[in-house]
């Protein structure tokens, strides 16, 4: 048996020397947990990359909401809350379009570039993750360049089966109550696999009863941020079919997201508007609501010695926001159909990617592929933020591993991308109108009402990495990278030229600014005895370019707006790490320690960078027994003195997590229930990264959170 | 047990180095903020239509102050502004002058700056701010804005009334 176990280990290290991330060949292997868990370690040892992988357990335990709030307790990985019940990912200071999301090997795509956007995945419905903390460029393009969250593909069970999990899970701090049913079958060759989640959640609370935004005292009624109530909705369904050498795999899904905005922040705060209004539970305006259908097709072919794949998908976003009718300027009346849809986004994007991996030996493996993808927006809504666009990417790579002893493995790439990004122009007339009666000249107010330029631009890039991982002993294990990575200017950093709604800030496009490029570099160690493990990785990126908001100290002429912040290019510097380790203590308990830091610099400015996250540092001592689980965790954040110009100094705090879990028998299967309890001493504090700290708004306070999960099965 | 405290105090050390080392700082570079002392007009104040505003502030900054805009726009029915239209809004230009005027009474708009570069602290006080005499009456905003050589911004919002003299 143990023999059979270490075979199959060593199958494995081979296949996933050649997985740069996940296959489905590798799959089919995976049949016992066991061997599971040391193909994870074992990938996570052999990728030259810094990775890290996040099992559907720990998923489940640490579930507060959504995805991001799962993953965050990992070192470098933070989450930039969008208040509500919605967060982003950021990995090493890198945000928005710097960081793509990936389920079954296709880039997710929303409206990633705003900041009061979250991601539209249900967190119930991910098993393993992989986050890549360095450039992922060379398989996923633009938009990679920060790192990569892919949700790893579903495991299949061996057997014939019929299987399922309910899960529920409630929440205090914004009293959601949320339910996941999941059914299976496994028959022969096919399998099939459907998900149903729903949440609901009111105002979340805060702990303090007053907040000062732009100098107003701001009164928070009952410890609740009013109107940031929610729900969300969600459905998937995959259908998979392998037989022999052939793999094919159908996944649909469809989230629904809809949220309150905190009336008090969005817009000139009014007394009125923060006014009580007797019910948390309710969705008053203003609110969004996003829409995110996504369809999958995976397929694979394995002949001898090449196995050919192809990826082809489809997505809809649909994002609106809706607030009663306003405009600034006199003569904009209210449309006659839905008059208070303010703002409405459809996006479209097509992509596909075929590949070819060649095995030349059981030491040497070529991928060749190509990636194409599409993209089209289409705007909607009496107020304007963002064009109509389209966007065409067309890559080609070429990714070659080889094992070149027991020890040592090198990995290297390179890609060549190109892209054109064409927005269409937009004047507001309403707004020129404005500006001649109040007075401008006409070349003026030309220059403003133009809402956005148009555009119509052609980049390419060559992008490459290589990088080796050394494993001199059992324990030990080294990696090293270096990478060059690009990012497509979006079509906000492009095209806006306005003031922004969500920021109230004067934003303004540069329709030539240039593409972002860099060099990153990592490196890692890693030690993992059977009492004590720890592993270090620092980084070093290098942007020769790199786009950010720059405040110009030119007036706009605009209502709302101070100065002018214009998108633009400067060189920049991000530098940090993590070290993570645990230590086996005696009778069953467990200490690990996690922290992380970036230090980023804009060059030109000699300026940090806005959004630099705080340091973290998270201690965590755990007991299990028998099923039993119990933890405590301290999370020091650490301040963030390092801000960028108009951005305010986030201080310190010093929090307090712990849960316990329990496996208890019912009937034939082991259902888990979980109790856990966020900053558990309500402490007042601010992210550096939400959406609403430049408003002054804390975090949420003291959180209880119980979940209920039920697996259950049959043999068929 | 004693090559892992070794090891302990390894990672202790390490994670010291990480952190003391976020304490440096880039003293040279300027983020911090202009301060804004506004005096007049105080929150809720009624400002008279056809009368200059009684406008006083005070503001600094630790290295220079680059300039400062008044900015004054309606709040009418609180975040709905739809009720006006076909609006012929008074044209106060940027020497003040009111150019045209209709007998509807229309919302009042005004947005001026002022260069302040070459000061660090500056008392501002004056009358150049005026009410024309038939704005429509009601609530409205007044930001002011303030940015120092650097670029970096601080605003203050007022929330004001409009209203007649009698």
């Keep these: 048996m143990y023999l059979r176990i270490r075979v199959c280990i060593a199958i494995l290290i081979f296949i996933s020397l050649h997985n740069l991330y996940a296959d489905t060949i590798s799959n089919i292997f995976l049949n016992e947990v066991i061997v599971k868990d040391s193909f994870l370690d074992t990938k996570k040892k052999t990728t030259v990359q810094s990775m890290e992988i996040i099992a559907k357990n720990y998923i489940q335990k640490r579930f507060s909401g959504n995805i991001i709030n799962s993953i965050e307790d990992v070192a470098g990985v933070h989450s930039m809350d969008i208040g509500s019940g919605f967060s982003k990912p950021v990995i090493r200071g890198m945000a928005f379009n710097r960081i793509a999301v990936v389920e079954n090997n296709i880039k997710q795509e929303g409206q990633q570039w705003g900041a009061d956007h979250g991601l539209e995945i249900d967190a119930l419905n991910v098993e393993n993750i992989t986050i890549h903390k360095g450039p992922g460029a060379l398989l996923y393009g633009s938009d990679a360049m920060g790192g990569v969250i892919e949700i790893n593909e579903k495991v299949i069970p061996f057997e014939d089966i019929f299987f399922g999990e309910f899960f529920a899970a409630a929440k205090s701090v914004n009293e959601s109550v949320g339910a996941s049913l999941m059914i299976g079958l496994k028959k022969n060759?096919?399998?099939?696999?459907?998900?149903?989640?729903?949440?609901?959640?009111?105002?979340?609370?805060?702990?303090?009863?007053?907040?000062?935004?732009?100098?107003?005292?701001?009164?928070?009624?009952?410890?609740?941020?009013?109107?940031?109530?929610?729900?969300?909705?969600?459905?998937?369904?995959?259908?998979?079919?392998?037989?022999?050498?052939?793999?094919?795999?159908?996944?649909?899904?469809?989230?629904?997201?809809?949220?309150?905005?905190?009336?008090?922040?969005?817009?000139?705060?009014?007394?009125?508007?923060?006014?009580?209004?007797?019910?948390?539970?309710?969705?008053?305006?203003?609110?969004?609501?996003?829409?995110?259908?996504?369809?999958?097709?995976?397929?694979?072919?394995?002949?001898?010695?090449?196995?050919?794949?192809?990826?082809?998908?489809?997505?809809?976003?649909?994002?609106?926001?809706?607030?009663?009718?306003?405009?600034?300027?006199?003569?904009?009346?209210?449309?006659?159909?839905?008059?208070?849809?303010?703002?409405?986004?459809?996006?479209?994007?097509?992509?596909?990617?075929?590949?070819?991996?060649?095995?030349?030996?059981?030491?040497?493996?070529?991928?060749?592929?190509?990636?194409?993808?599409?993209?089209?927006?289409?705007?909607?809504?009496?107020?304007?933020?963002?064009?109509?666009?389209?966007?065409?990417?067309?890559?080609?790579?070429?990714?070659?591993?080889?094992?070149?002893?027991?020890?040592?493995?090198?990995?290297?790439?390179?890609?060549?991308?190109?892209?054109?990004?064409?927005?269409?122009?937009?004047?507001?007339?309403?707004?020129?109108?404005?500006?001649?009666?109040?007075?401008?000249?006409?070349?003026?107010?030309?220059?403003?009402?133009?809402?956005?330029?148009?555009?119509?631009?052609?980049?390419?890039?060559?992008?490459?990495?290589?990088?080796?991982?050394?494993?001199?002993?059992?324990?030990?294990?080294?990696?090293?990278?270096?990478?060059?990575?690009?990012?497509?200017?979006?079509?906000?950093?492009?095209?806006?030229?306005?003031?922004?709604?969500?920021?109230?800030?004067?934003?303004?496009?540069?329709?030539?600014?240039?593409?972002?490029?860099?060099?990153?570099?990592?490196?890692?160690?890693?030690?993992?005895?059977?009492?004590?493990?720890?592993?270090?990785?620092?980084?070093?990126?290098?942007?020769?370019?790199?786009?950010?908001?720059?405040?110009?100290?030119?007036?706009?002429?605009?209502?709302?707006?101070?100065?002018i912040y214009r998108y633009t290019g400067c060189k920049a510097m991000l530098v940090g790490g993590e070290l993570t380790g645990y230590l086996k203590l005696p009778m069953n308990f467990r200490y690990e320690l996690a922290a992380d830091y970036v230090y980023t610099r804009n060059e030109d400015e000699k300026l940090p960078l806005a959004f630099s996250p705080q340091p973290a540092l998270r201690q965590t001592l755990s007991f299990e027994k028998s099923g039993f689980n119990i933890y405590v965790q301290s999370h020091i954040i650490g301040v963030q003195k390092r801000i960028a110009r108009n951005e305010d100094i986030t201080k310190s705090a010093s929090l307090w997590h712990g849960g316990v879990s329990y496996e208890l028998p019912f009937k034939k299967y082991k259902a888990e229930l979980i109790l856990s309890a966020r900053n558990i001493f309500n402490v007042r504090y601010y992210n550096h990264l939400s959406f609403y700290r430049k408003m002054e708004i804390p975090e949420p306070g003291r959180s209880f959170n119980l979940m209920l999960k039920i697996p259950f099965k049959a043999k068929i | 047990m004693k090559s892992i405290i070794s090891k302990i105090k390894l990672v202790l050390s390490l994670l010291l180095i990480v952190f003391v080392s976020s304490c440096d700082d880039d003293n040279e570079i300027d983020v911090v903020k202009p301060v804004i002392n506004l005096i007049e007009p105080e929150n809720e104040d009624i400002l008279l239509t056809g009368e200059e505003v009684h406008f006083e502030m005070e503001l600094s900054d630790d290295i220079m102050l680059g300039s400062y805009k008044v900015e004054i726009h309606n709040n009418f029915n609180g975040h709905d502004h739809s009720n006006f239209n076909n609006h012929n809004l008074y044209i106060l230009n940027q020497s003040n002058q009111i150019t045209r005027s209709e007998s509807e009474r229309d919302p009042f708009a005004y947005n001026r700056s002022w260069d302040l570069s070459g000061k660090k602290n500056v008392h501002i006080h004056h009358h150049e701010i005026v009410i024309p005499k038939d704005a429509a009456t009601g609530e409205y905003h007044l930001i002011v804005y303030c940015t120092d050589a650097a670029g970096n911004e601080s605003y203050v919002v007022r929330h004001i009334v409009i209203d007649d003299a009698d």
């Design chain 1, 189 to 563: 060759n096919w399998y099939s696999q459907l998900r149903y989640t729903e949440h609901r959640f009111g105002d979340y609370k805060i702990p303090t009863d007053t907040i000062i935004y732009l100098t107003q005292k701001i009164p928070i009624y009952n410890g609740r941020l009013k109107n940031t109530a929610g729900k969300e909705n969600n459905i998937s369904w995959l259908l998979k079919y392998r037989k022999e050498r052939t793999s094919l795999q159908l996944q649909i899904s469809d989230v629904y997201q809809k949220t309150g905005f905190f009336p008090g922040a969005h817009g000139i705060p009014d007394l009125s508007r923060v006014e009580d209004d007797g019910d948390s539970r309710n969705i008053d305006y203003p609110y969004s609501f996003v829409n995110h259908l996504k369809a999958i097709i995976n397929g694979k072919y394995s002949f001898d010695n090449v196995i050919f794949s192809a990826d082809v998908s489809f997505q809809n976003n649909h994002r609106e926001e809706i607030s009663l009718f306003h405009s600034h300027y006199p003569g904009q009346t209210a449309p006659q159909k839905d008059p208070d849809k303010e703002l409405e986004f459809r996006l479209n994007t097509y992509q596909s990617i075929m590949k070819g991996v060649i095995l030349s030996g059981d030491n040497v493996r070529h991928t060749i592929g190509v990636d194409v993808q599409s993209q089209n927006n289409e705007i909607g809504g009496y107020s304007f933020l963002l064009p109509q666009y389209d966007r065409v990417t067309l890559g080609g790579f070429i990714i070659g591993e080889y094992k070149l002893s027991s020890t040592l493995n090198l990995q290297g790439g390179v890609r060549y991308d190109i892209g054109r990004i064409r927005a269409e122009g937009y004047d507001d007339k309403y707004l020129y109108e404005y500006l001649i009666s109040q007075g401008y000249e006409s070349s003026m107010a030309d220059n403003y009402q133009t809402r956005s330029y148009d555009v119509d631009k052609s980049y390419k890039s060559l992008s490459g990495a290589v990088g080796i991982s050394w494993i001199p002993f059992n324990n030990h294990s080294f990696k090293f990278n270096i990478g060059r990575s690009f990012r497509l200017p979006g079509v906000n950093e492009l095209a806006s030229n306005g003031v922004h709604h969500g920021t109230f800030r004067h934003e303004q496009g540069d329709p030539n600014i240039k593409q972002e490029e860099g060099w990153q570099f990592d490196f890692s160690y890693d030690y993992t005895g059977e009492y004590i493990g720890f592993s270090v990785s620092p980084f070093l990126n290098r942007y020769s370019n790199y786009i950010y908001l720059r405040p110009t100290g030119e007036w706009s002429v605009l209502p709302h707006a101070g100065q």
